[in-house]
């Protein structure tokens, strides 16, 4: 597994904006996929965007779209989200996830090492 580490998480008001990284710190797979899932109290954790290692190709979950932007710098193997006009319910734990292979999955399930997570809190 790859040791994943989340930052940039925080208190924001509605309509803000705040960064999330994601560092790995072991060796990645040649191929994969890196993403951001979240889990807000109470509710499932959810796909929220994941980016090819090898393209440009991403995928967003459709209550992000238009707010969200993920890339990555591959050189220092880092992850980012930059999350604008931030909702309340955007309020969740952030969790960056990475998965072997260039399918751009939505399933919680296929990705195989997770980081800790990092809280983002949208005030009202």
């Not at 924001?12 to 797979?29: D, H, K, N």
């Not at 965007?49 to 979950?61: F, L, P, Q, V």
């Not at 952030?94 to 296929?110: D, E, I, N, P, W």
């Amino acid at each position: 597994q790859v040791q994943l580490k989340e930052s940039g998480g925080g208190l924001v008001q509605a309509g803000g904006s705040l960064r999330l990284s994601c560092e790995a710190s072991t060796r990645t797979p040649n191929t994969y996929v890196i993403g951001w899932f979240r889990q807000a109290p109470g509710k499932e954790r959810e796909f929220v965007s994941a980016i090819k290692s090898i393209s440009d190709d991403t995928k967003y979950a459709d209550s992000v779209k238009g707010r969200f932007t993920i890339s990555r710098d591959n050189a220092r193997t880092t992850l980012y989200l930059q999350m604008n006009s931030l909702e309340p319910e955007d309020t969740a734990v952030y969790f960056c996830a990475l998965k072997r292979g260039v399918v751009l999955s939505t399933q919680t399930g296929a990705y195989e090492s997770w980081g800790q997570g990092t809280q983002v809190t949208v005030s009202s």
